[in-house]
């Protein structure tokens, strides 16, 4: 008799606690719970022999981009395949082990295929649609993301159980692609079907930034507490989205506290974590704000992660944190880490070789005072960075530091065309940094001007 989960897909689980157990584990992925191991756990002490528990057990470690992670992950992809079952629970399981293989071979597009061939038989299988979107958003595939929760929503109607989380990642996707109000909707909706969606709901917050509408962004966050509360470190990110909409609205003592009482109120070295804080330092340091001592703990935790390689994200915002806190030599060791990087023929050393590797070199000059080469080298880099992963928001750090590069190496006419382009993909909504920075333009021309009269 074949089991099904609270997907209604077929999972090798008969014990009824195990299979509970398996069932609050979907949940809690979906919802970015923080007690999605325990759970996972649980499952694994009842079923020790459930293949696609250990699949998801090392997909999940693939997904937290440590190294020391892969080495676990690679003891569940085996543990996965030598249990598998028969029909179709073991199908799907063979799909998860061989999506696993393929990215410990250094192919996350190999999962996306393993895991989008789970979706062609059974577009209701959330929990693999959630890791296919996952998986696409680490490689920046922002256009698979939409395409992927599009074949699957059909069979997501309001009586699917998993309805509000499949929402959820289809306002991500429609809010990465430029559907800012078609993504507010579906995110609202999502909510409403599942209150403890804090993907959705991030989503919104999302096109609220992207939109310039930092007011309703900061309201919708405070008044959704019961959608991120119960979250791992993802409720970290939340804050950071909150301190953002701050951020626009020029209040800087308020971002300062939420960073100190709760971005980085636990020190952790997770590279979500790490890339939060930089991110947000960074910011505002160029709007000429004294951040203080903050760099230190960010930069010996990323010194700590030199030789890590496993996503150039983590190791961009690794270089972040080396750079404001003024550690030269360890930047450069790094950057030539990532160049290093580039030379394999995966997937992930094409991305380490370009752009990871002008980008690094960008970043590293910047840190040293040498505008001009770094906008050469970020500016380079810049229309291939969204293969890094991260969304438009992540990245966007990446953005303001090249404008201010080539601001202050004197490319006036090259920086306004970023802004303008920058500004487009903002719904053409210009928002306080874009303001601030084609008000320094225009100052600069008028000086010129008056220089040359003269």
């Known amino acids: 008799m074949t089991t099904f989960d609270i997907c209604r897909s077929p999972v090798d689980l008969d014990d009824p606690?195990?299979?509970?157990?398996?069932?609050?584990?979907?949940?809690?992925?979906?919802?970015?719970?923080?007690?999605?191991?325990?759970?996972?756990?649980?499952?694994?002490?009842?079923?020790?022999?459930?293949?696609?528990?250990?699949?998801?057990?090392?997909?999940?470690?693939?997904?937290?981009?440590?190294?020391?992670?892969?080495?676990?992950?690679?003891?569940?992809?085996?543990?996965?395949?030598?249990?598998?079952?028969?029909?179709?629970?073991?199908?799907?399981?063979r799909a998860w082990a061989d999506a696993l293989g393929a990215w410990l071979s250094g192919s996350p597009g190999g999962a996306i295929f393993h895991l989008e061939g789970i979706l062609a038989r059974d577009p209701g299988d959330t929990l693999t649609m959630k890791a296919s979107h996952g998986v696409r958003f680490m490689i920046g595939d922002a256009g698979g993301m939409r395409r992927s929760v599009e074949r699957a929503l059909p069979a997501h109607g309001a009586d699917h159980p998993l309805s509000g989380y499949a929402l959820g990642c289809h306002a991500f996707a429609l809010e990465e692609t430029g559907a800012y109000e078609a993504a507010e909707r579906a995110g609202r909706e999502g909510l409403l079907r599942a209150g403890d969606d804090a993907w959705g709901l991030h989503a919104v917050a999302h096109v609220h930034d992207m939109t310039h509408r930092p007011e309703a962004g900061i309201a919708l966050i405070e008044e959704n507490r019961a959608a991120w509360d119960h979250c791992n470190n993802f409720r970290f990110h939340v804050w950071w989205h909150k301190a953002l909409l701050h951020l626009d609205r020029g209040e800087h003592e308020v971002v300062l506290a939420l960073y100190d009482a709760k971005i980085r109120a636990e020190k952790t070295d997770d590279y979500r974590d790490i890339s939060n804080a930089t991110s947000l330092l960074v910011r505002l340091e160029l709007e000429e704000v004294d951040v203080g001592d903050r760099w230190a703990e960010l930069a010996d935790l990323a010194e700590a992660r030199l030789s890590d390689g496993c996503l150039v994200f983590a190791d961009l915002h690794y270089m972040l944190a080396l750079a404001g806190d003024r550690r030269p030599g360890a930047a450069a060791r790094l950057a030539r880490r990532i160049a290093a990087s580039g030379s394999g023929a995966t997937e992930l050393g094409r991305i380490a070789a370009h752009p990871g590797r002008a980008a690094a070199e960008g970043l590293c000059d910047f840190g040293e005072g040498l505008y001009a080469r770094a906008f050469a080298r970020l500016s380079a880099a810049r229309a291939h960075m969204p293969t890094m992963g991260g969304s438009h928001a992540q990245r966007d750090v990446f953005e303001r530091i090249t404008v201010d590069a080539g601001l202050r190496a004197g490319q006036l006419d090259a920086v306004a065309a970023i802004l303008a382009e920058r500004t487009q993909l903002r719904a053409g909504r210009a928002d306080s940094f874009a303001e601030s920075r084609m008000a320094r333009i225009a100052e600069a021309r008028r000086d010129a001007a008056l220089y040359a009269a003269q």
Do not use: I
């Open 17 to 93: 606690e195990a299979l509970a157990a398996w069932n609050a584990m979907v949940r809690a992925f979906l919802a970015h719970g923080a007690t999605t191991p325990e759970h996972l756990g649980r499952v694994l002490d009842r079923a020790p022999d459930c293949a696609m528990a250990h699949a998801a057990r090392g997909m999940f470690c693939m997904m937290l981009g440590r190294r020391e992670m892969t080495e676990t992950a690679r003891t569940a992809h085996a543990a996965a395949l030598g249990r598998l079952p028969g029909g179709a629970a073991g199908l799907r399981a």
